[in-house]
């Protein structure tokens, strides 16, 4: 059983790693990159082709995420019914355990609106009408929920460190 553990905790760790770091990535090289003259020209279609993307790896990993975050609270917990015990839950662990997962619970959720309506939204629009006030607003709208991801996932991590080292 402990090898099993281990594993699940390996594969949360990179599964959070790639996330985490495809956020990065994007905000901190591939944004500040598409604003240099010579590659403005194709920003929008890049953004475009590099949201989808990753939008396909963002998921993927959040599944990954999910599965073995519920398989490392179930060995936390002793059990899988152990996790449905309050005294589980008041507990420390079980206080940020929490905490984390509202957290996950908002990440997916302003994952959802950013990927499926705000985000293609604003590229639709960008291709159609660049010009437009509404284009503007909601290029506005996802630039910021992409943000608010990222410092979500941020505080998700903070809170896994918390949950191993007290």
Not at 65 to 85: D, Q
């Amino acid at each position: 059983m402990r090898t099993l553990y281990l594993v699940s905790v390996w594969l949360h760790i990179v599964a959070a790693a790639a996330w985490l770091g495809g956020m990065l990535f994007l905000v901190l090289v591939v944004v500040p990159a598409l604003r240099r003259p010579e590659l403005a020209a194709n920003a929008t279609s890049a953004i475009r082709v590099l949201g989808e993307r990753y939008r396909t790896v963002g998921w993927s990993t959040l599944l990954v995420l999910l599965v073995t975050g519920a398989a490392n609270a179930a060995f936390r917990a002793g059990s899988a019914r152990g996790i449905f015990e309050a005294e589980w839950w008041a507990s420390p662990f079980g206080r940020i355990l929490a905490a984390k997962l509202t957290l996950v619970l908002l990440v997916l959720l302003l994952s959802a609106v950013h990927d499926f309506v705000v985000g293609p939204r604003a590229g639709r629009l960008m291709a159609e009408s660049p010009q437009h006030p509404a284009t503007g607003r909601w290029r506005m709208a996802a630039r910021w929920m992409g943000r608010i991801n990222l410092l979500l996932a941020l505080a998700i991590v903070g809170l896994a460190v918390r949950l191993v080292r007290g």
